[in-house]
């Protein structure tokens, strides 16, 4: 039996935004509550040499339209990435998931041995769809996704792996 590279990327990368869209909601219900600067959870970072919330919630949703865009041979939308705001990140979100909408099986099966060229360290690299999906753009959507999640545990939001997780 074959892995639907539809069922492994698109269902999961919209399960995962819409369940990051709780953790900031979270957040942001959090810092109003602390009576603390939304922008100190935005500019918040995990170390000094990490990208703080914002920019990790961007890359994440940059490789959850990218992995899809590239499998079904479509150029990757561009987003500015001038997110300044709780509101800004929920819009990225939800302009993610909207796309990853238009996108069905039939797009993306078969993409396994699709040959996916790009850049990797500065240097250009070209693996199958499969390699892609699972050895690039899966690691690298759960690390951003998770390093946000983390950052916010770490300055006292107070979130669970349910609330990482997406089922409540």
Same mark, same amino acid.
Do not use: C, W
């Given at each position: 039996?074959?892995?639907?590279? @539809?069922?492994?990327?698109?269902?999961?990368?919209?399960?995962?935004?819409?369940? !990051?869209?709780?953790? !900031? =909601? =979270?957040?942001?219900? +959090?810092?109003?509550? *602390?009576?603390?600067?939304?922008?100190?959870?935005?500019? $918040?970072?995990? =170390?000094?040499? #990490?990208?703080?919330?914002?920019?990790?919630?961007?890359?994440?949703?940059?490789?959850?339209?990218?992995? &899809?865009?590239? !499998? $079904?041979?479509?150029?990757? &939308?561009?987003?500015?990435? +001038?997110? $300044?705001?709780?509101?800004?990140?929920?819009?990225?979100?939800?302009?993610?998931?909207?796309?990853?909408?238009?996108?069905?099986?039939?797009?993306?099966?078969?993409?396994?041995?699709?040959?996916?060229?790009?850049?990797?360290?500065? *240097?250009?690299?070209?693996?199958?769809? #499969?390699? @892609?999906?699972?050895?690039?753009?899966?690691?690298?959507?759960?690390?951003?996704?998770?390093? $946000?999640?983390?950052? !916010? *545990?770490? +300055?006292?939001?107070?979130?669970?792996?349910?609330?990482?997780?997406?089922?409540?």
């Amino acid at each position: 039996m074959t892995i639907s590279m @539809y069922e492994a990327s698109v269902p999961v990368f919209s399960a995962r935004l819409k369940a !990051l869209s709780s953790v !900031l =909601a =979270a957040a942001e219900q +959090n810092a109003l509550d *602390r009576k603390i600067d939304p922008q100190v959870f935005l500019t $918040a970072r995990l =170390a000094p040499d #990490m990208f703080a919330l914002a920019r990790q919630v961007q890359i994440a949703t940059d490789h959850a339209k990218g992995a &899809p865009s590239r !499998l $079904a041979g479509r150029e990757v &939308p561009k987003y500015e990435d +001038n997110e $300044a705001s709780f509101a800004d990140l929920e819009a990225r979100l939800a302009k993610t998931v909207a796309y990853l909408a238009t996108f069905s099986a039939a797009d993306i099966d078969g993409s396994d041995d699709r040959m996916i060229e790009l850049k990797l360290g500065g *240097r250009e690299t070209t693996l199958s769809g #499969m390699q @892609y999906l699972l050895h690039v753009a899966m690691p690298n959507f759960y690390f951003h996704l998770t390093t $946000a999640y983390d950052i !916010l *545990r770490h +300055n006292g939001v107070p979130l669970g792996k349910a609330t990482f997780l997406g089922s409540r």
